[in-house]
């Protein structure tokens, strides 16, 4: 299994904060992705990134950026946080040789914004 | 039509009971099948992965491909209310080269003691 750490775990904030939640991996995992899920809902890629300095965009449209300056980290951060962003946040890496098909994921971080 | 489509349930077994979970794929291609299991409030965690070449059985897990009809199952042998979760079905998908997993909306299962 893949180690991926996520903080904070929970967040509870107001209006218009500027927020960063962390996700960090300690396999050297290329790739590594960034989903959103509503209680009781599907789950919806938001990011996606290859490797270091490369960024992509999800299935869901999101206001959120992330970046990947080093391998194992890929930091997720709301400029503005509004309610409308109140979920949860799941980070993901998948893994290589024998693991490389196999997606494992953080503990994630639960937002609310006030 | 989603790409990987599951039906909500709830599915309700008593304990001891055989659990069955189903999921039907859209891409003919998909070589490679997943499920994981959710509990509320927590992150998924993978309970079993195939690929196209075969079945696979692990503890009381039994993973299923049918390519022809294009539907993975997931059978739980003498459920357990431990085991009332939400489970995801997911498929690999290469999107311009780049690896994803596709997810199915889950579905709920519900062990009764």
């Known amino acids: 299994e893949a180690d991926i750490y996520q903080t904070p775990r929970y967040l509870v904030i107001g209006t218009g904060k500027k927020i960063t939640l962390e996700c960090s991996q300690t396999?050297?995992?290329?790739?590594m992705y960034w989903y959103q899920q509503d209680p009781g809902m599907e789950l919806h890629l938001i990011h996606y990134?290859?490797?270091?300095?490369?960024?992509e965009k999800g299935d869901l449209s999101s206001e959120s950026t992330v970046s990947r300056i080093r391998t194992e980290h890929f930091p997720l951060t709301l400029e503005s946080a509004r309610p409308s962003h109140t979920s949860q946040y799941l980070c993901a890496s998948i893994g290589q040789g024998a693991s490389k098909n196999i997606q494992y994921f953080g503990a994630g971080t639960r937002l609310s914004v006030l | 039509q989603k790409e990987v489509e599951q039906n909500s349930g709830p599915l309700s077994v008593p304990e001891g009971a055989i659990a069955s979970l189903n999921c039907t794929y859209s891409d003919r291609g998909s070589q490679s099948f997943f499920w994981y299991r959710q509990y509320s409030g927590k992150s998924p965690e993978l309970i079993m992965f195939i690929y196209s070449n075969g079945d696979k059985e692990d503890g009381r897990f039994t993973a299923q491909l049918n390519k022809a009809s294009q539907y993975v199952s997931l059978l739980i042998r003498d459920s357990q209310p431990s085991d009332s979760a939400t489970y995801l079905c997911?498929?690999?998908?290469?999107?311009?080269?780049?690896?994803?997993?596709?997810f199915g909306t889950g579905t709920r299962l519900l062990v009764s003691p």
């Open positions: 396999m050297g995992h290329d790739k």
């Open positions: 990134s290859y490797g270091v300095n490369s960024t």
């Open positions: 997911a498929v690999n998908r290469f999107d311009g080269g780049f690896q994803k997993l596709v």
